[in-house]
């Protein structure tokens, strides 16, 4: 009972921005599971719609699905309609969207730089401008943005990437200072490498594999669902006096050196 009632998050209502993804696929599920109302939102409806067929055989029915072009605010605006139409209300925002692209650095083209910072750093921006809006105006609220082992210091391979993880890093701790007073907490989890089918067939190669695996202290990869406990962590009221902190989910591969 102390447990539950420390991380309680029954009766929250959640939007999943890029819930048809890898990671955060997963965290929508874990939502649910939790007791929340979940919208999942992803650029491609059909995989947002497909996560939540699935959820929905799990037997959690408070669910929905949206399509976003995180790039254009008025659709922000409309999926936040939606939302307030179908659950009356918002309190976590997870702005977990975004592309990667490993061109090497004399050969990025002013398109690709766009729509990576389009997907990364103009995505949560809106995220945070639109969704953040509602929750200060009713004086609560918990966004969660998604930043990177590439934060800072890089990675090689992800200069785009990087540079937009960094300034995600930058906005969260902005906006944390800016509306702590008004009762809106916002905060960033930095997950280490958690591969997908895109990071192993463009990003990962064998010599890169074992480079990251002899830097990080677990010696392996991390799993999607080794992701949610700190996102329902920070999600609940047991976070309650955490604004403005990133929090690192890696295996360690932060803290090796030599």
Not at 176 to 185: F, I, L
Request: hydrophobic fraction near 40%.
């Amino acid at each position: 009972m102390y447990l539950e009632k420390l991380f309680n998050l029954k009766d929250k209502v959640v939007a999943v921005v890029g819930g048809g993804g890898y990671l955060c696929s997963e965290m929508a599920r874990s939502f649910a599971h939790a007791g929340c109302s979940v919208a999942i939102i992803d650029i491609r409806l059909e995989k947002a719609k497909k996560i939540e067929i699935g959820i929905n055989k799990e037997g959690f029915k408070n669910t929905l699905s949206l399509s976003l072009d995180v790039g254009k605010k008025n659709q922000h605006e409309k999926v936040l309609n939606s939302i307030l139409n179908k659950f009356g209300s918002l309190d976590v925002v997870i702005n977990g969207a975004g592309i990667n692209g490993s061109t090497s650095f004399l050969d990025i083209t002013e398109n690709e730089w766009n729509e990576i910072m389009d997907s990364q750093i103009k995505g949560t921006f809106f995220g945070c401008q639109v969704y953040g809006e509602h929750m200060v105006s009713k004086g609560s609220g918990n966004i969660i943005n998604i930043s990177s082992a590439s934060a800072g210091p890089p990675l090689s391979k992800a200069f785009t990437y990087s540079a937009a993880k960094a300034a995600i890093k930058n906005l969260t701790q902005n906006l944390a200072r800016e509306w702590a007073p008004k009762g809106v907490r916002v905060n960033s989890i930095r997950p280490g490498f958690f591969p997908t089918e895109w990071n192993l067939k463009n990003f990962i190669d064998e010599e890169r594999k074992s480079a990251i695996l002899n830097h990080t202290a677990m010696r392996r990869f991390g799993k999607p669902s080794e992701l949610t406990g700190a996102i329902l962590w920070l999600a609940s009221d047991s976070a309650s006096f955490v604004t403005g902190s990133e929090i690192t989910v890696d295996g360690g591969f932060s803290c090796m050196t030599i």
